[in-house]
């Protein structure tokens, strides 16, 4: 099956009609990291499957999260040893499956006299890290002395510091991950439609037969028939059941984190650090591009989960806590370029801090049938899908299926064998080769490869295509993108491509301010957009884009 057919926004009329006369297996609500691991595990094992997300895909908490896949290196201070080998394996399966997504990336962890880590437990514990992640001998933890850190950051404070431990975290796209597992699932047969509202559930002998669904661009309601039912919902896992169904029998306790970017010019970094603040947190700076950005912030939260705003307050914490640990800096608020907040779906735990409540999912299934997973974190996404999956395989009346996905790779990461970061950065030099003579610079090429992978040679062959009608090479990738995000990645909407699908709203802020007009004309083209619907859609995403402004 082809993703321009089954995952295109211009053939968004089709796939309603095919959403509508069809007898699902499986459907899914959210269209997050969760859901589209559902939808992935689901249909590679042969179940028909439908998946709606009520916004656009990834525009909750999976496309703001810290952008790491991660073993959870701080559960080993609190002992829960097998979480922490589950995570280490699940980080190296999805480097694995989604290697132009999932990058190795080095990591300072800055010891200190009188400060919250202890060299020699963290020793210890990174040891263990490196054990149960099963990570390969040149990945694994090494000691870094004063000296050594000092000569190489200088802007470092000095005070105290004893050395630090130099391990490797994973670095990710979280929204492109989720949209690239939908686009595989797409490929073996799911349907996915974002901007569809669920009206209602109606049940047949109290067991939920269908769901009532408004498609919010064509304002159409439509009927969607099932066997199982499932609520990928995250944060708005608790208030889907309380309208829709029974309410879980545990409460969600919603936490906010908050992210600050700024450019590396006044951040001077090539490596990340995870340290220790003031108050005895753990927060991370991770370069990115031109740029670095700090967080995460970890507070209870009761406002609206659609649109989580970053406060004055969190800003003024992350920039203290980088100003102390790198007392060369002096940042302010003037150096926050962009922003972003999060909310994670925790589950509650009566008497204990937002860091103490564990991470781990939380599968319920009501009297109806409904099934609700809920928690978790992104490196763990497919295990909660196979555990899922595993649940209805067991209810159905054909014979069992084991989860394919531990060796299923991503789009856009269609390599046979997955290339070591050695060889990726070859292939994407080879990728280049093909790719220069439509001007593009070896920058630009550089951020599309780790953004489209594999999918790059339908991208190259596209701006060869229009190269003689836009002789610019900025303008003329720009508009391959936006082509292949509406075509190729269901892209709706101007925040879609900006927020969602390019990350540009967080690391290139100026390219959106300049292309801001004709992106959206682009776009008009492609979609069909009248005046007046063009104007409402700047409209709407200047109003988005506030979001992730200081």
């Known amino acids: 099956m082809n993703t321009f057919q089954n995952f295109s926004a211009i053939k968004r009329h089709a796939l309603l009609e095919e959403m509508e006369k069809g007898i699902f297996d499986v459907v899914v609500f959210g269209g997050g990291i969760t859901g589209a691991g559902i939808a992935l ?12 997300e009520q916004n656009d895909f990834a525009s909750g908490t999976s496309s703001r999260s810290t952008k790491l896949v991660h073993g959870g290196l701080r559960y080993l201070e609190k002992l829960q040893f097998r979480f922490v080998a589950h995570l280490g394996k699940e980080r190296k399966i999805l480097h694995d499956n989604a290697t132009h997504n999932v990058i190795p990336t080095p990591v300072f962890l800055p010891i200190s006299k009188g400060g919250q880590l202890k060299k020699g437990l963290s020793f210890l514990g990174l040891l263990v890290y490196d054990y149960l992640a099963g990570v390969k001998k040149e990945y694994r933890t090494r000691w870094i002395t004063k000296e050594q850190l000092i000569k190489k950051y200088p802007l470092i404070n000095p005070q105290g510091l004893k050395g630090a431990f130099l391990y490797y975290e994973y670095k990710t796209n979280d929204g492109r991950l989720v949209i690239e597992t939908l686009k595989k699932a797409s490929d073996l047969g799911a349907r996915a439609l974002n901007f569809c509202e669920l ?39 608790g208030d889907f059941l309380k309208q829709f169904d029974t309410p879980m029998p545990k409460l969600l306790y919603p936490t906010k984190g908050i992210h600050v970017v700024i450019s590396k010019e006044r951040f001077p970094i090539n490596e990340a650090f995870y340290f220790d603040t003031h108050d005895h947190r753990m927060i991370f700076a991770i370069p990115k591009y031109e740029h670095v950005y700090v967080g995460t912030t970890d507070t209870p939260y009761s406002g609206d989960l659609r649109n989580p705003q970053v406060d004055t307050t969190a800003i003024d914490y992350l920039l203290l806590a980088v100003n102390l640990k790198f007392s060369g800096l002096h940042l302010t608020k003037t150096d926050v370029i962009s922003c972003w907040a999060g909310i994670r779906p ?40 196979k555990q899922v999956v595993d649940r209805i395989m067991k209810q159905r009346p054909t014979p069992f299926i084991k989860c394919k996905t531990e060796t299923i790779r991503a789009s856009g990461s269609d390599w046979l064998i997955p290339p070591d970061i050695n060889k990726l950065v070859e292939l994407a030099d080879h990728q280049f080769d093909l790719a220069k003579q439509t001007g593009i610079n070896p920058e630009t090429f550089k951020k599309l490869f780790y953004r489209y992978g594999t999918n790059m040679e339908i991208l190259t062959e596209k701006a060869y295509e229009w190269m003689k009608q836009e002789e610019n090479p900025e303008m003329l990738w720009t508009k391959v993108e936006i082509w292949y995000a509406v075509t190729h990645e269901m892209t709706a909407t101007l925040s879609g491509f900006f927020i969602y699908r390019s990350e540009m709203v967080l690391f290139e802020p100026e390219k959106v301010q300049h ?5 959206a004309q682009c776009m008009a083209e492609l979609l069909s957009w009248t005046l007046n619907e063009k104007a409402n859609q700047i409209a709407q995403f200047k109003k988005n884009w506030e979001e992730y402004q200081p």
Do not use: H, Y
């Not at 689901?42 to 709606?52: D, E, F, N, Y």
């Not at 109806?368 to 295990?383: A, N």
């Not at 292309?515 to 992106?519: G, H, N, T």
């Open 346 to 385: 925790l589950i509650q735990d009566p008497g204990k801090k937002p860091d103490e409540i564990s991470r781990k999912e939380e599968l319920f299934i009501s009297p109806s049938g409904l099934i609700t997973i809920t928690g978790g974190k992104l490196t763990g996404f497919r295990l909660m899908a």
């Open 199 to 237: 009206f209602e559930l109606n049940k047949r002998q109290d067991k939920i037969v269908e769901a009532r669904v408004l498609d919010l661009i064509s304002s159409r309601e439509f009927l969607i028939k099932g066997s199982f039912f499932i609520n990928a919902t995250g944060p708005w896992s």
């Open 515 to 519: 292309q801001l007009e004709w992106v």
């Open 41 to 52: 595990d689901a249909a590679s094992r042969g179940l028909c499957v439908a998946l709606i």
